[in-house]
């Protein structure tokens, strides 16, 4: 038997959910290794190696010498490696990528903004609260709109663009940041809810918790 090529380091966290996702999607087999982010242990030499700005998740690539850092780079690496999750045709990949990278540009983002200041900041201030609610409204509204007619962000093909979304919508209903009333939006999270290898990813390394 050989062994597993693929190393995942990753913690507990929307974009070391979009990872975990994936792989279970895929069924490759992998070596999770648990990062504590509570603990530092992004900060150890070791891991600095693998990425020098000290941030999960990273994909080791065993059989080809790759080391691939930031979730939307990996979720691209492992799409074209396996020639899955993302579509052939020229148009609905340009958007699935389009859509990645929306979520990675925008919406990761803005909502880990919105997490510090309403959740981990040490005093609230009432502007920056403001201006990250108002934002994610924006991009909630967005996706609402492009999810009209679409059972996903790429049309009718499943993707990487639905996986990433997903890292940080599965997050927002968790810590109560409410989406609810935008019907196209929710109704694409209950259908990524009842994925199996979703459900599974969201446990990997072990489940988030509220602050």
């Known amino acids: 038997m050989s062994p597993v090529s693929l190393h995942l380091y990753t913690d507990s966290s929307p974009n070391g959910f979009k990872i975990t996702i994936?792989?279970?999607?895929?069924?490759?087999?992998?070596?999770?290794?648990?990062?504590?982010?509570?603990?530092?242990?992004?900060?150890?030499?070791?891991?600095?190696q693998l990425h020098p700005h000290g941030r999960i998740p990273v994909l080791v690539d065993e059989a080809t010498g790759i080391t691939v850092f930031e979730s939307?780079?990996?979720?691209?690496?492992?799409?074209?490696?396996?020639?899955?999750?993302?579509?052939?045709?020229?148009?609905?990949?340009?958007?699935?990528?389009?859509?990645?990278?929306?979520?990675?540009?925008?919406?990761?983002?803005?909502?880990g903004q919105r997490v510090h200041f309403?959740?981990?900041?040490?005093?609230?201030?009432a502007p920056a609260i403001e201006r990250y609610r108002r934002l994610s409204a924006e991009f909630f509204a967005t996706l609402d709109q492009r999810l009209t007619g679409r059972s996903w962000l790429a049309g009718e093909a499943y993707s990487i663009a639905d996986i990433a979304g997903y890292g940080w919508t599965h997050i927002a209903r968790l810590i109560g940041f409410d989406?609810?009333?935008?019907?196209?939006?929710?109704?694409?999270?209950?259908?990524?809810?009842?994925?199996?290898?979703?459900?599974?990813?969201?446990?990997?390394?072990?489940?988030?918790?509220?602050?």
């Open 179 to 211: 989406f609810s009333a935008y019907p196209h939006l929710s109704a694409w999270h209950a259908r990524m809810s009842q994925r199996p290898a979703v459900q599974r990813g969201v446990l990997l390394p072990e489940p988030a918790t509220g602050p």
């Open 22 to 48: 994936a792989l279970e999607e895929l069924g490759l087999p992998y070596v999770l290794h648990h990062v504590r982010i509570d603990e530092s242990e992004h900060r150890h030499p070791d891991f600095l």
């Open 118 to 125: 309403e959740m981990f900041a040490d005093a609230p201030y």
């Open 72 to 111: 939307a780079a990996i979720l691209l690496y492992l799409a074209e490696q396996s020639g899955r999750l993302l579509p052939d045709a020229p148009r609905s990949r340009s958007e699935a990528i389009t859509w990645l990278m929306f979520h990675s540009a925008s919406v990761g983002p803005i909502l």
